[in-house]
């Protein structure tokens, strides 16, 4: 258990034992005491509304209640002062005592420092990007990234069994649609006028597939090509463009612990799971398709699976795909897709279901769109990609770590500007040089501290408690607080929580850094401060690689 959360359960047991020990209040049943942090800092440390909660039992007004309670805590060693506001709140000052052992915490637990067990180890998959592979990742991909691999970050730290998973769309007719593409690309560049399909596929990566045929086999397969027998052209794409993809994402810092096709679901897996639908009453026929009663489980329509023509739909290799999920043993499923897929949410929720699982089972995390900006103006389209900016193009412009943050600073359900020049400065004004910097500048410290000789003491024999400046506590709360946020970003599936304290992190080092100096006159200050130095390099350095940012020891 994390040390904060030792002390709120402290503080929470100290709560309970005064009111327990008040006759006056005549309490037979006392409810649980819960804890809020103010939003205003000179509030105290944490606040409770337990006094107005108790109002009708005790039969007394809750500032009253308060104050009783009030002077029944002034005694304890933990709590510094305590304060009556507004109706009945009651306001904690926390004595700095306990921050001390927050340094000490840092210090044994290192990178393992943050870890919490809220997730008891359960078995959870996240499938995230899943874009179909007949062309490169674009910015509206390249958000859905980010969010699916620091959730993933966030819920291994917080003991969760996490398997990041990319869902390849390979079969369907996009795939011939890209086979033809590439067929059609393939004879124009050997000198044949004809015109590309009014459906293909245009952008100019279709041209380098096509170039690359040449270069490899020159027109060995013309002949196929102009008989429209495009299963080499469908397959040579579909590698290329695959490739492209996991490359685009292992330079984003990105990698994937399975990738699992489509096609091994087609046809064994569909018939499987149509099969078991069928012997449950849960399909039916209906103008020569069939149908899943998805009416039956919240849907607002009943949705066709095996259309007329006796091919399956999308739905058909989702539901298969789905009971693969489960059948691999995971406990919770979470898609991270586009805003575009609102509308196919509720046919999943009612495929789970028909599964024999809560609907809880299958989390969907739509990410909203991106808009790339360039001096407040939207960015053009990229002449590269045909009809779309690819992650690639951004990643050269601004460089991985701005992107990545960029993309994860906001919730998933705000829409993001994207503004590539602020990304690129170097300045407190862009967010990751903000926190970059924080690191690179503890690094200068220690480099000083190395010139000057100075051995760096063990924690055991500084003075911990010379820290006593606003900025030190400030820091050091900060740093405490670690913890909590891993288990609230993981809790609300929400990884914008954990970028928003890097952040904060990096300005509270910031303002500690120049306020107060480390290599001073006072010896023992001065260790104290290199401890709390090498503390705050621990944590942003397990923050930075959360998000999958880089430490860089100079800037």
């Given at each position: 258990?994390?040390?904060?959360?030792?002390v709120?359960?402290?503080?929470?047991?100290?709560?309970?034992?005064?009111?327990?020990?008040?006759?006056?209040?005549?309490?037979?049943?006392?409810p649980?005491?819960?804890?809020?942090?103010p939003?205003?800092?000179?509030?105290g440390?944490?606040?409770?509304?337990i006094a107005?909660?108790?109002?009708?039992?005790?039969?007394?007004?809750?500032?009253?209640?308060?104050?009783?309670?009030?002077?029944?805590?002034?005694d304890?060693?933990?709590?510094?002062?305590v304060?009556?506001?507004g109706?009945?709140?009651?306001?904690?000052h926390?004595?700095?005592?306990?921050?001390?052992?927050?340094l000490?915490?840092?210090?044994?637990?290192?990178?393992?420092?943050?870890?919490?067990?809220?997730?008891?180890?359960k078995?959870?998959?996240v499938?995230?990007?899943?874009?179909n592979?007949?062309?490169?990742?674009?910015?509206g991909?390249?958000r859905?990234?980010?969010?699916?691999?620091?959730l993933?970050?966030?819920?291994?730290k917080?003991g969760f069994d996490?398997?990041?998973?990319?869902?390849?769309?390979?079969a369907?007719?996009?795939?011939n649609?890209?086979?033809?593409?590439?067929?059609?690309?393939?004879?124009?560049?050997?000198?044949?006028?004809i015109?590309?399909?009014?459906?293909?596929y245009?952008?100019?990566?279709i041209?380098d597939?096509?170039?690359?045929?040449?270069?490899?086999?020159?027109d060995?397969?013309?002949?196929?090509?102009?008989?429209?027998?495009?299963?080499?052209?469908?397959?040579?794409?579909?590698?290329?463009c695959?490739?492209?993809?996991?490359e685009?994402l292992?330079?984003?810092?990105?990698?994937?612990?399975?990738w699992?096709?489509?096609?091994?679901?087609?046809?064994?897996?569909i018939?499987?799971?149509?099969r078991?639908?069928?012997?449950?009453?849960l399909?039916?026929?209906?103008?020569?398709?069939?149908?899943?009663?998805?009416t039956?489980?919240g849907?607002?329509k009943?949705?066709?699976?095996?259309?007329?023509?006796?091919?399956?739909?999308?739905?058909?290799?989702?539901?298969a795909?789905?009971?693969?999920?489960?059948?691999?043993?995971?406990e919770?499923?979470?898609?991270?897709?586009g805003?575009?897929?609102?509308?196919y949410?509720?046919r999943?929720k009612?495929v789970?279901?028909?599964?024999?699982?809560?609907?809880d089972?299958?989390?969907?995390i739509?990410?909203?769109?991106?808009?790339?900006?360039?001096d407040?103006?939207?960015?053009?389209?990229?002449?590269r990609?045909g009809?779309?900016v690819?992650?690639?193009?951004?990643?050269?412009?601004?460089?991985?770590?701005a992107?990545r943050?960029?993309?994860?600073?906001?919730s998933?359900?705000?829409?993001?500007?994207?503004?590539?020049?602020l990304?690129?400065?170097q300045?407190?004004?862009n967010?990751?040089?903000?926190?970059?910097y924080?690191y690179?500048?503890?690094?200068s410290?220690?480099?000083?501290?190395?010139?000057?000789g100075?051995e760096?003491?063990?924690?055991?024999?500084?003075?911990?408690?010379?820290?006593?400046?606003?900025?030190?506590?400030d820091?050091?709360?900060?740093?405490?607080?670690?913890?909590n946020?891993?288990?609230?970003?993981?809790?609300?599936?929400?990884?914008?929580y954990?970028?928003?304290y890097a952040?904060?992190?990096?300005?509270?080092?910031?303002?500690?850094?120049?306020k107060?100096?480390?290599?001073i006159?006072?010896?023992?200050?001065?260790?104290?401060r290199?401890?709390?130095?090498?503390?705050?390099?621990?944590?942003?350095?397990?923050?930075?690689?959360?998000?999958?940012?880089?430490?860089?020891?100079?800037?």
């Amino acid at each position: 258990m994390a040390l904060i959360q030792k002390v709120e359960e402290g503080l929470i047991a100290e709560i309970e034992k005064a009111i327990n020990g008040l006759e006056e209040l005549n309490i037979n049943n006392l409810p649980p005491v819960k804890l809020e942090v103010p939003r205003d800092e000179s509030h105290g440390d944490y606040a409770t509304n337990i006094a107005m909660v108790l109002a009708g039992q005790a039969k007394m007004a809750p500032r009253q209640i308060a104050e009783i309670i009030k002077s029944n805590l002034e005694d304890v060693d933990l709590i510094e002062k305590v304060e009556v506001a507004g109706p009945g709140f009651i306001n904690f000052h926390l004595s700095n005592s306990w921050l001390y052992d927050v340094l000490l915490e840092v210090h044994n637990k290192g990178q393992d420092y943050g870890k919490v067990n809220l997730g008891e180890n359960k078995k959870v998959q996240v499938e995230f990007v899943s874009v179909n592979p007949t062309g490169p990742l674009h910015v509206g991909h390249s958000r859905g990234a980010v969010v699916g691999d620091v959730l993933s970050n966030l819920l291994i730290k917080a003991g969760f069994d996490v398997t990041k998973e990319y869902y390849i769309n390979d079969a369907g007719n996009q795939m011939n649609i890209l086979g033809n593409s590439v067929a059609v690309r393939y004879r124009q560049l050997l000198g044949e006028d004809i015109e590309m399909p009014e459906d293909a596929y245009k952008g100019d990566y279709i041209k380098d597939i096509a170039q690359d045929i040449i270069d490899e086999f020159a027109d060995k397969y013309l002949e196929e090509a102009k008989d429209k027998k495009i299963d080499f052209f469908r397959e040579y794409g579909y590698k290329y463009c695959l490739k492209n993809i996991e490359e685009d994402l292992n330079s984003f810092g990105i990698e994937f612990d399975n990738w699992f096709s489509e096609r091994t679901l087609h046809p064994e897996g569909i018939e499987e799971i149509v099969r078991e639908f069928k012997d449950s009453d849960l399909i039916y026929e209906k103008d020569g398709a069939l149908w899943f009663k998805s009416t039956e489980f919240g849907d607002d329509k009943d949705r066709v699976v095996i259309k007329d023509d006796g091919n399956p739909t999308y739905l058909a290799a989702d539901m298969a795909y789905h009971k693969n999920k489960y059948n691999r043993g995971f406990e919770e499923v979470i898609n991270v897709w586009g805003a575009d897929h609102h509308g196919y949410i509720e046919r999943m929720k009612a495929v789970v279901e028909a599964l024999g699982y809560e609907r809880d089972a299958l989390l969907i995390i739509l990410v909203q769109l991106v808009t790339l900006l360039r001096d407040g103006e939207q960015v053009p389209m990229s002449k590269r990609a045909g009809n779309f900016v690819t992650l690639r193009d951004v990643v050269r412009e601004v460089g991985k770590d701005a992107a990545r943050y960029f993309y994860v600073m906001l919730s998933t359900n705000s829409h993001l500007d994207f503004d590539l020049e602020l990304a690129k400065k170097q300045s407190s004004d862009n967010p990751v040089y903000y926190i970059q910097y924080a690191y690179a500048r503890i690094c200068s410290i220690l480099d000083q501290v190395d010139e000057a000789g100075i051995e760096v003491p063990s924690i055991e024999d500084v003075q911990l408690s010379k820290l006593e400046a606003e900025e030190e506590i400030d820091l050091i709360k900060a740093l405490a607080d670690y913890p909590n946020q891993i288990e609230k970003s993981a809790k609300n599936r929400a990884p914008h929580y954990i970028a928003r304290y890097a952040y904060d992190l990096a300005s509270l080092f910031h303002k500690f850094y120049n306020k107060c100096y480390v290599l001073i006159e006072d010896k023992q200050l001065m260790k104290a401060r290199l401890i709390l130095v090498l503390a705050a390099k621990q944590v942003l350095v397990n923050v930075l690689d959360l998000l999958g940012l880089d430490s860089p020891a100079s800037m």
